[in-house]
């Protein structure tokens, strides 16, 4: 997307039924959310973005199914169904093309992190970094979901941490190559 948006603007992109575009989604698009939770306030205060999440979509064709990878506080890496995801959110789903050259064969390594574990102390080392305004990256086996997204693209696409060495969905929205596709429910 490049360019910041604010949730006020957030608010006008027309809502888009899902079952109107399922068929168009495609393995590596993303999405991305702004929740009402606080958790997800607190992400976007710190962050000063609408954003508080982000996931990767996989179109499972051989069971007509789109799941979301993404990595949550409860659970860690996971994949689930993004019907059942859309139906208990509470909140903004928003989803994106990243239009770079990108080999789908290795998302796979998405598959591979599954059930890592949520890094709940990343949280707050992205605090003190904030605070700070400098920092470094912080690398583990367990993930926040921007950590995750990156991780998985980071052999055939990179995305910029923000100078303080962290990286939120706000970093991978402003990304040149994301273009936003459509606001759903």
């Not at 809502?15 to 109107?20: M, V």
């Not at 959310?33 to 954003?51: D, E, L």
Request: net charge neutral; proline share 2%.
């Amino acid at each position: 997307m490049s360019k910041h948006i604010d949730k006020k603007n957030l608010q006008k992109i027309q809502i888009i039924n899902y079952d109107e575009i399922r068929n168009q989604i495609e393995t590596g698009m993303l999405f991305f959310t702004s929740g009402n939770y606080t958790i997800s306030r607190a992400i976007q205060k710190a962050t000063k973005s609408p954003w508080s999440h982000v996931g990767i979509l996989f179109n499972v064709r051989d069971t007509d199914r789109i799941m979301i990878l993404e990595s949550v506080e409860d659970m860690g890496v996971r994949l689930i169904p993004f019907s059942e995801y859309i139906n208990n959110y509470d909140g903004n789903i928003i989803i994106c093309k990243l239009n770079a050259e990108i080999d789908t064969k290795v998302l796979g390594k998405g598959w591979d992190l599954i059930l890592k574990k949520y890094d709940k102390s990343e949280f707050i080392r992205i605090l003190e970094r904030i605070i700070k305004g400098e920092g470094r990256p912080h690398y583990n086996s367990m993930y926040i979901c921007s950590e995750l997204v990156e991780e998985v693209f980071e052999s055939t696409y990179k995305f910029q941490f923000d100078k303080r060495g962290f990286i939120s969905p706000e970093n991978i929205w402003e990304d040149n190559c994301i273009e936003l596709l459509w606001r759903i429910k």
